[in-house]
Nanobody, 127 residues
């Protein structure tokens, strides 16, 4: 069973950059497509970005396009989310998620597609 642990959250100012990481264990990481989601109190969890098993295919939510980058390192069983030009509305708990992928290029944008979740890491952007 895959286990996911996020790290790297924190408090930054608007316009700053921040990277969050997710380390996986317990599985062959390269068999899993990965995603990042976020949630704020009182709101539904929302999709942020996803990457295919081989890292070649990515997809982003419209509100982070051009600002966030998802990447993975299969040798280190890790996925990363680099966040640039952060805005106060990016404040949320960020979760990584994993699911076994059907092929090397699939990536998934719905939370219901994912079978494992990390505990989340808080990102706070002050204005």
């Amino acid at each position: 069973q895959v286990q996911l642990v996020e790290s790297g959250g924190g408090l930054v100012q608007a316009g700053d950059s921040l990277g969050v990481s997710c380390a996986a264990s317990g599985v062959v990481f390269s068999m899993y497509a990965m995603g990042w989601f976020r949630q704020t109190p009182g709101k539904e969890r929302e999709f942020v970005a996803a990457v295919s098993r081989n890292g070649a295919s990515t997809v982003y939510a419209d509100f982070v396009k051009g600002r966030f980058t998802i990447a993975r390192d299969n040798a280190k069983s890790s996925v990363f989310l680099q966040m640039n030009s952060l805005k106060p509305e990016d404040t949320a708990v960020y979760y990584c998620a994993a699911t076994q992928a059907q092929n090397s290029y699939s990536r998934y944008t719905s939370g219901s597609d994912y079978r494992a979740w990390g505990q989340g890491t808080q990102v706070t952007v002050s204005s």
